[in-house]
């Protein structure tokens, strides 16, 4: 008898660490797996964090090349309407009781430099335009006197006191005009 019991306790023991070593295997076999995932988990959380630093890196060099691009067409616009003053006050002095009693060489010089400064500007692309007779527009113009008048209709450009610019058929200055408003209505009435 005491042979069988030494021999089921041999069997538990064996069965015992049959069961601990199928345990440690089993924890052993577990624990590279859960590693594993751990780090494909980890893997696609770094692609995932470079793909966005990748994106946020790609947009902010496009909005710095719109915003230099911006800044570029600001400045140059800046200049332009410089030179638009220039030609304005040529313009003035061309068209002066003064001029018409000037040496007419001098007065074809200064001429020539006001188209100069005209052409310069239209191979810049910066036009004139012309707003006499055109329905007021104000993203065009610019109303610095309004006239009681008969003989256009309401709000219409009768005058142009400064000449507007535009690159693009984008108003860059909007002309300065005079428009035409409705006669005010005689309160007595004529019959």
């Known amino acids: 008898m005491a042979e069988l019991e030494d021999k089921q306790n041999h069997d538990e023991i064996k069965s ?5 070593s199928t345990d440690s295997k089993s924890d052993l076999d577990q624990a590279p797996n859960d590693e594993l995932a751990e780090a494909l988990r980890e893997k696609d959380q770094f692609k995932r964090l470079a793909q966005r630093a990748q994106a ?18 600001r400045n140059q ?3 332009v309407l410089r030179f638009a003053d220039v030609i304005d006050q040529l313009d003035v002095a061309l068209k002066s009781d003064v001029a018409s009693q000037s040496d007419p060489g001098w007065l074809e010089g200064v001429g020539a430099i006001q188209k100069n400064f005209v052409s310069v500007m239209s191979a810049e692309g910066f036009e004139r335009f012309n707003s006499v007779g055109e329905q007021f527009d104000p993203r065009k113009h610019e109303a610095l006197l309004s006239t009681p008048s008969s003989d256009h209709e309401p709000n219409t450009v009768i ?3 400064r000449p507007g610019y535009s690159q693009d058929s984008e108003v860059v ?4 005009v005079e428009i035409a408003i409705s006669p005010p209505v005689d309160p007595g009435g004529s019959q």
């Open 159 to 161: 005058t142009e006191l």
């Open 77 to 79: 616009q800046r200049i």
């Open 16 to 20: 015992t660490e049959s069961d601990a």
């Open 56 to 73: 946020d890196l790609v947009n902010y060099r496009r909005r710095i090349d719109a915003e230099q691009a911006s800044s570029r067409l």
């Open 173 to 176: 200055r909007p002309a300065q």
